[in-house]
């Protein structure tokens, strides 16, 4: 009789072949992207201030024209490295969960802004605390003006990390009674496909505080006792199958037997019923 040990399945064994150096790759040009950010913002500061030095003295270039330069610089750079770094998300789609993605590039557009922000105000010659200190009623004024968009993005942050509700999960809108599947999160929006194919966008902040409320729905998948590549045995009082789990799908579950000669298909469902007895055996050390 075959166990475990004697070999894996010829589909999982090509499917991790495939998924590591696919994780290798992207790994490998997010990696390059990073660098040729770093090398872009450093060449284009060096730059500007070699000209400034040497050159626009003699062409009668201002320090207001340099200070202009630089802060359209300074947005260019910013929007394609965001851009960039959407192309190469997108690139990767089907190699990188959704939910990584959509935190990575949450984060890239808020860093990246956040140092192109500093970045100009540097170069404005104005001191980040003199505009919080002295801000005023003015401040308080934009404050409020914004409050909802920040709000937004912070909740936006949090449900990217710390919610339960993941991309792809299914869910049910207590509120309106809607259910259906986590579509997209943004900075402002959680877009929900309904199962009667709509759209439900709600804002993020509503979420995080609890005026929508969201029920995750745990997918079938997820109660399964086991996952591919155990061997298993499923028993009921009419049917036996006996071999390793090759395949896990929304709705059945594809083993094949000992022998290798067939391949058994059996509903969820119908596993999870209580008509079936399932015994998981461990590996030989």
């Known amino acids: 009789m075959s166990t475990p040990t004697d070999g894996a399945p010829e589909d999982i064994l090509r499917t991790e072949q495939i998924v590591k150096p696919n994780r290798k790759t992207f790994h490998r040009e997010l990696y390059t992207l990073s660098i040729k950010a770093i090398i872009t913002v450093a060449g284009s500061w060096i730059a500007l201030h070699l000209f400034e030095s040497f050159v ?26 965001i851009t960039a770094t959407g192309r190469l998300l997108k690139k990767f789609t089907s190699k990188t969960h959704p939910q990584f993605s959509a935190s990575l590039s949450f984060f890239t557009i808020i860093v990246i802004s956040l140092i192109a922000s500093l970045s100009i105000l540097h170069q404005l010659d104005v001191n980040p605390q003199e505009i919080l200190i002295s801000g005023g009623v003015a401040a308080i004024i ?29 869910i049910h809108v207590v509120n309106d009674n809607i259910h259906g599947k986590i ?20 804002p993020n902040n509503a979420i995080i505080q609890g005026n929508v409320r969201v029920l995750r729905d745990v997918s079938m998948t997820e109660q399964l006792p086991y996952s591919e590549g155990d061997q298993i045995e499923l028993t009921s009082a009419n049917e036996k199958y006996v071999g390793i789990v090759i395949k896990i799908s929304s709705r059945f579950t594809t083993i094949l037997n000992e022998e290798r000669t067939k391949e058994y298909i059996v509903s969820n469902s119908v596993i999870l019923s209580g008509n079936f007895t399932i015994v998981k055996h461990r590996p030989r050390s």
């Open 142 to 170: 934009v404050g409020i003006g914004v409050s909802t968009i920040v709000g937004n993005i912070l909740s936006s942050g949090l449900i990217l990390t710390t919610y339960p509700a993941k991309i792809g999960d299914s």
């Open 183 to 202: 579509a997209e999160i943004n900075l402002m929006y959680t877009t929900i496909q309904t199962d009667e194919g709509k759209e439900y966008i709600v």
């Open 56 to 81: 626009a003295p003699l062409v009668g270039v201002t320090h207001l024209h340099i200070q202009i330069v630089g802060i359209i610089a300074t947005v260019v750079i910013a929007f394609l490295i």
